[in-house]
């Protein structure tokens, strides 16, 4: 029986083995919140056993790669090409379009909403903000609502601060107002040096809506920010994991030829 043939399988398996003990034991040390030893066993285990087991199958994955460019007996040029951009892709490339996928989930259009319905019906508004708006209502009451809040508040004397904190615009809201719209108000307001415009209308019937435009890109930056701080160290072990499976098939290949 030739052993040579199997070089490349041996050597696979001992290495996804030490993977897998290298990424369980990096879990263990770096389970700083966990303070007794089953706890940190238990994140071990919560977290360490995906992580080895995606870092096995990036191991596989090079070492297939390799494999199949040398069945193949595909040219010089073009298999650097496949080594240099295939594993950016899976371990760079995945990361970056996630990010920019949480980044989008953020700040994909929702178009209007309706605030909870007022006590009593809102013909008029009176001022607003980017998260608040004060409405008159047909009893010539004023109300006071912030998006998000499931109450109407009576507002006896508006705060000038409320007034200014905002700035009233004249640009077409992107979505259409609610059929029937009797007021419409748009007002545009800095966060973080970005642009946020939130609209407000008041429909026939005295009910209130709300339409918000880029009113989450910080946020929105923020998260995708904080994931690709989080991924790129795992990318980087994962792309260093990919080459490595993809070196130890070349070299078994090599040594049993």
Known sequence: MNFKRFISLIVLIVVSLFVSLCALGAIYVLSVDAITRQEKIQSMLRLGLPSAAVLIVLLWFGAG????LARLKVGTGASLVVYLFAPLVL??????LAA????????APRG????PASPVPAVEIVSANGTSVVVRTESDSQLYCVIGCPDWE?????DPLFLSSGTEISTPPSFEPPDGAVDVLGISSINMGVEERTYFAIVEDGSVWYLQVNNNSYEGGFASGLFL???IIPAIFGLVVVYLGAGISALSRR???
């Open 65 to 68: 790669m390799d494999h199949i």
């Open 112 to 115: 209007w909403r309706q605030l």
């Open 100 to 107: 920019f996928l949480i980044y989008g989930s953020f700040t």
């Open 229 to 231: 701080t989080l991924a």
């Open 91 to 96: 371990c760079i490339g995945l990361p970056a």
């Open 255 to 257: 040594i049993a030829s």
């Open 154 to 158: 009576p507002v006896d004397e508006i």
